[in-house]
């Protein structure tokens, strides 16, 4: 996966090398991930790589580092829960090597990169990739149905709410999370686009 690059942030494939970064863009910063497990520490953080190169060597996630203009670790993303359909042969889609659908999340900033450009410039990297290099025809956003903040955010973007999911999955602060699923769709995505870019347009 190569490296997604913008104006306010680059998206860089997630590594060891991001190690110390991360753990010091996750400290103290408890009542900002209230609602995303965030690892704490430098052990921790190891086992959170270690846990997301796992899943990307099984081809179901492509994990990132955010990183700001500045140089330094701003958080992490990733695309994952990416589908691979069974299209049959003689389909346009047929032998498709990009996923069909996926996911963006395991998101989280660090309280400096806060209602900054970063993370509006983040979704259009990630979005741009899955709808303009892969082809795809959906993509996901999770979060806790609680999290009005993300909530917003998501909705804010062009998100559409699909519905809640009950019991999904487990909490940051550990009880059956529901968590309320939006997805953008392949042909909403010219207007998602358009809006994104206003948003950064907005902040310059």
């Known amino acids: 996966m190569k490296i997604l690059q913008g104006n306010f942030v680059r998206l860089e494939p997630l590594s060891h090398a991001h190690t110390d970064g991360l753990t010091e863009a996750s400290a103290g910063n408890e009542l900002l991930f209230k609602w995303t497990p ?10 959170y790589i270690n846990t997301a190169l796992k899943m ?10 955010i990183i700001g203009s500045d140089g330094l670790v701003k ?19 047929h032998g498709n090597k990009s996923p069909d659908v996926c996911e963006i999340g395991h ?3 660090t309280h400096t990169a806060i209602r900054t450009g ?11 990739h ?10 996901c956003l999770h979060t806790d149905v609680r999290n009005e903040r993300s909530r917003a955010a998501i909705e804010r973007i062009g998100g559409k709410l699909e519905g809640i999911l009950r019991a999904q999955k487990m909490s940051a602060d ?3 999370r529901d968590s309320a699923r939006y997805s953008i ?7 998602v686009k358009e809006n994104l870019i206003s948003m950064l347009k907005s902040r310059n």
């Open 130 to 139: 899955a709808f303009e290099t892969w082809n795809a025809l959906r993509v």
């Open 56 to 65: 990307k060597r099984s081809g179901t996630s492509e994990p990132f580092a």
């Open 174 to 176: 550990f009880k059956p």
């Open 185 to 191: 769709i392949v042909e909403e995505w010219p207007e």
């Open 38 to 47: 965030v690892p704490q520490g430098k052990a921790a953080v190891t086992d």
């Open 75 to 93: 958080g992490s993303t990733r695309f994952w829960n990416m589908e691979y359909w069974a299209w049959p042969e003689g389909h346009p889609r």
């Open 118 to 128: 970063i993370n509006t410039e983040a979704k259009l990297l990630l979005l741009t």
């Open 107 to 109: 998101t989280w900033l």
